[in-house]
């Protein structure tokens, strides 16, 4: 259910999981009985996953698939591989406990499997600006910037609500 429709504010269909639209009515009272929620936050034109929430380290379909558009190929400095073929890694640490980084377009990007054991196993570290470019530092010190291919910009921009 769209946050905006249960605080009365939009009218925007509520969709039940597996059944399809519901009426605003019976989704406010099913959400009145639950006992916990999972925050999506989709982007207003195209209804893709730009975040899921904390406790989600999976990136859905459409979030994979937008890191694939928006990256095109390994983030890892000196790569080209093709972003279909990559693991899509957190820039921050994911901690199911809410501590670390959130399965979010801007804590995201798409890394070969060797390089995102590199980074996790042999001292490889990586920071993100607000514009998505990725500062990688080496074992040795030597650092790397990498940029998307397509600039999206930080979620805030992105969602604009």
Not at 21 to 44: M, N, Q, W, Y
Not at 145 to 152: M, Q, V
Request: aromatic share 6%.
């Amino acid at each position: 259910m769209p946050a905006l429709t249960l605080l009365s504010r939009s009218d925007e269909p509520a969709v039940l999981e597996g059944y399809g639209p519901i009426d605003v009515d019976t989704a406010k009272e099913l959400v009145g009985k639950a006992t916990s929620f999972i925050r999506i936050l989709t982007h207003p034109e195209t209804g893709a996953f730009l975040s899921v929430g904390r406790k989600r380290y999976k990136a859905p379909a459409d979030l994979r698939m937008v890191l694939r558009l928006r990256d095109e190929t390994c983030r890892h400095p000196g790569r080209n591989r093709a972003a279909g073929h990559t693991d899509i890694d957190h820039t921050i640490a994911f901690n199911e406990n809410g501590a670390g980084g959130e399965t979010r377009i801007d804590n995201l990007a798409s890394v070969c499997p060797p390089n995102h054991r590199d980074k996790h196993e042999t001292g490889w570290r990586v920071t993100r600006d607000p514009d998505g470019t990725l500062h990688w530092v080496s074992p040795t010190g030597h650092g790397y910037d990498t940029e998307s291919a397509i600039r999206i910009g930080p979620a805030s921009e992105a969602a604009p609500f």
